[in-house]
């Protein structure tokens, strides 16, 4: 077996190596039943107990308050674009968008087709290096919902603090969930993506304030409709049972780690070594405003991009993989979420002041 | 480890011991590259090869036409339901449904949100215990299409023929795809749900006629239109790669096992020892009539409900699993896919007859 790498992928990213023996065990033969996790019936009393498992780390771990359900979608991140303003909005009704990168672009587009959206911040023409502070927009007093994105992993920004509202608020945390202490009960939804911070590609965890179940227009498809999904425990039709059970199992991991007050001091500290030596030189600079910096995703550039093309192939020579940034803005980047280890963020910043030292031209 | 159970679950159903064996060392290592496939992005060459590869074997064993496109989604068939009307109707359009159980009756109810459903032949009260034949139905000349089911999984009905129609066909095969040698170009879509005969739950499969790509109506979400998955390769948004990965590995060893007219003949083998046996006494009572039988799910009744629970506990002590009948009906069921093995057909056969035996009462 070839050595670990370390895998910088902005997702699917890296997970804990614990978990992949585990998964690697339970596929072939779960608990020892003599059936594999992945041709169980998700109906079985073993998945059954896999699922509410995994729901009820979840709610221990980002103390979720009784008044919310916890969903597992399928359709990524992505059909939440669509399915919050399906179920929220209809002819007439407002919403304010925070415009701040390349996920939230996309869900504007989406919640167009069924209300009429308020964009009342965008920092697109500075190709989204920061996000907006409290003062810096108005949330029209019409609006059903304000919705933002908590950390935009393309271009390396981040939240420091949450949006106060006194509408329903709206997060997609498909790059930072779990991976610093939130107050749930601030929200009225929080959706994520698996496949960053909390297990593989195939499922999307979505938080939801009970009374927001009954907001759905008529006529709206029973797939469609969070209402279904809540009341029969995700269990409406067959789950993805593999992607589920995998949240479930980076959900041990990380209480085993301490939970997320624990991770987040951890995440602090890993961002803080590469932040210090990109700060440390002008060969690296960083995309974001320094306000609006991302511990989960650090998007940088080197002097030219010949050099970073270099950069990328002599630190994938070394094990240091996937550091090649979003083919909209180029340059480098490098993600580094509750499973990535901090051995690796130390090798990426020896690599990057050797590289310097020897292309300095 | 505890010995392998005979698995007769209706879905997620049993998978191929290599399979098994396969996907337990690739989520750990893939292909030493030393990340597991469940960490890896979806946009690496690595990935980008396994899907590949997928497209190529589904191509390759069911004939695809190079005129159709196949799409890897996400929302299991039950969002087949509604996307396929709201891709393809709008109001004033027309389309015809033969309903042959569960699934058909929720795919209508889904269909009537778009559309004007003419329902052309309904066996609902009978049970669901028959298919019709081609002179049961008439489809309306204003239909835009003719949906069916060609495997009734709660039921135990399959069609033996399929309806022959100048109208687009469209057919939810999500429990007997790939269990018998068919002819793509008669159809406009066919869809199925992996986790019964190709892979694990998580995935959809969409064989689509290119010409049905352009019959969207505008303002439908991007997520929900067929053209933005078929013009990305099905990787619009991140897929779910593991269960991709899955259904490959099954490809992969139906091809080894000869490819689906081999798999069709021992299916026919398969189901015909079950059903010998249920014709062989008045003990066993099949659900389906015999020109309707499924070769897939053999639904039967024992004498009495307390009969059955005997029976399914008695099965299950010897590592016969997963018999219990759907909620809907009550009874038995075994669930006999590609992948069951022979041998645990027979055990279940000769266990019938022991148990017929002991309990004639």
């Known amino acids: 077996m070839v050595d670990r790498v370390y895998n910088f992928s902005p997702g699917p990213a890296t997970l804990p190596v614990d978990v992949l023996q585990q998964a690697s065990k339970d596929v072939v033969n779960f608990k020892e039943t003599g059936i594999g996790l992945i041709e169980m019936s998700h109906r079985s009393k073993e998945f059954m107990g896999v699922a509410a498992e995994t729901e009820s780390l979840l709610r221990e771990l980002m103390d979720i308050p009784d008044n919310y359900k916890v969903l597992f979608l399928q359709g990524g991140a992505s059909s939440q674009f669509f399915m919050i303003p399906m179920n929220l909005l209809g002819s007439g009704k407002k919403a304010t968008y925070l415009n701040t990168g390349t996920w939230s672009k996309k869900a504007i587009k989406e919640a167009k087709l069924f209300g009429d959206i308020d964009v009342a911040y965008s920092s ?4 989204f290096n920061r996000v907006p502070s409290q003062d810096e927009y108005t949330v029209d007093a019409a609006s059903e919902y304000l919705y933002f994105v908590s950390n935009n ?9 949450f949006p106060e509202t006194n509408k329903v608020l709206i997060s997609d945390m498909s790059s930072d969930i779990l991976s610093r202490k939130i107050d749930v009960s601030k929200f009225g939804i929080i959706f994520a993506g698996a496949q960053k911070n909390m297990g593989p ?13 009954d907001k759905t227009p008529e ?6 409709t969070y209402k279904t999904h809540a009341d029969k425990g995700s269990m409406f039709n067959t789950p993805p049972c593999f992607a589920i059970y995998g949240v479930g199992e980076v959900l041990k991991w990380l209480k085993k780690q301490g939970g997320v007050e624990a991770i ?3 995440n602090i500290e890993k961002a803080s070594l590469l932040y210090d030596c990109i700060d440390g030189t002008d060969y690296y600079r960083g995309h974001a405003e320094k306000a609006s910096r991302s ?14 093309v270099k950069f990328i192939a002599e630190a994938a020579a ?7 940034g979003h083919r909209s803005i180029g340059g480098c980047r490098a993600s580094i979420y509750n499973a990535f280890p901090k051995e690796g963020v130390e090798k990426l910043v020896a690599f990057m ?6 292309n300095k031209g």
């Not at 992993?153 to 603090?161: D, E, K, S």
């Not at 070394?318 to 090649?324: A, C, D, F, R, V």
């Open 295 to 308: 511990l989960m995703n650090i998007s940088f550039n080197l002097p030219t991009p010949e050099l970073e």
């Open 318 to 324: 070394i094990g240091l993989n996937g550091l090649k």
């Open 353 to 358: 002041k050797e590289f310097e030292a020897n």
């Open 153 to 161: 992993t393309i271009y390396g920004t981040q939240f420091p603090t």
């Open 219 to 224: 006529n709206t498809p029973t797939m469609l």
């Open 264 to 266: 987040e001091a951890r």
């Open 201 to 213: 590609a195939g499922v999307c965890i979505v938080i939801i304030r009970e009374d927001l179940l």
């Open 124 to 127: 697109e023409e500075q190709t």
